[in-house]
């Protein structure tokens, strides 16, 4: 039931999903002052959110902080990555895996286990029944990547039930405090990501220090044209990035985090 009620909300909520039902009111009412005022709140949100400027300003707010491998003050006993884009799972009659959006979780994973930063790498997230069955799960694969760069299969744990970032937590903790109690963990996940993660650890028991990857917000000087041009790729970023606050209110809500 809450995953299709969110699913409901995930749409009702979405920038473009407002921008579009603005547009449809303004379309259909017949008094003047209503549908000017429509269009101008529909326009305006496009501009905002398609904005290159202003979200990357969004996304360096939310964001997590960047961690340097080498400042770790610990090795951890468990790294633990969340999948969601990890591996593209879509292109079913490919011979080989390719990368997902969000891939930079588990090459980060790697270069901490490889710099000794961490000594087993957890990886939590299930695919659907049919490329469970398969063994070509986004987990799976992920495994199957870090084996091929030199990862021992002794050091990765798969975890393939969790269906959302509130189930990462649970299935995870429970193999935790089986295999490793008292252990020292470390979480790794997309940088915008992490409050909601780290919330969902914490709410279940899990105490983590973080280590953020897959960044989306850049220190960098803004152009004429990042402040004035709208930019297709910004209204993408933003649109993951509203989703990602949305998630956070309703896993709030829900007393998930």
Known sequence: MFYFLSKAVDFLVMPYSIFFILSLGAFFVKKYRTKKNLLIVSFTLLFITS???LVN????????????ISALPTTYDVGIVLSGGLINTDMFNSD???????ADRFSEAYLLYKAGKIKKILITGTSNFSLLRGRKGEVWQAS??????????????LEQ?????????????????SKFPKGKYLLITSAFHMRRAHACFTKSGVKTDLFPADFYGGDYPALFEDIVIPDPDAASGFELLWREW????????MGYC
């Open 51 to 53: 904005n290159n400027y």
């Open 57 to 68: 300003k969004a996304f360096l707010w939310w964001e997590h902080q960047s961690v340097n």
């Open 96 to 102: 080989h895996s390719i990368l997902g959006i969000h």
């Open 144 to 157: 199957q990547f870090l084996i091929k760069w030199g990862v021992r299969p002794e050091d990765i744990i």
């Open 161 to 177: 039930k969790a269906r959302n970032t509130h189930e990462n937590a649970v299935f995870t903790s429970k193999i935790l405090n």
């Open 246 to 253: 949305v998630g956070f209110i309703i896993y709030k809500i």
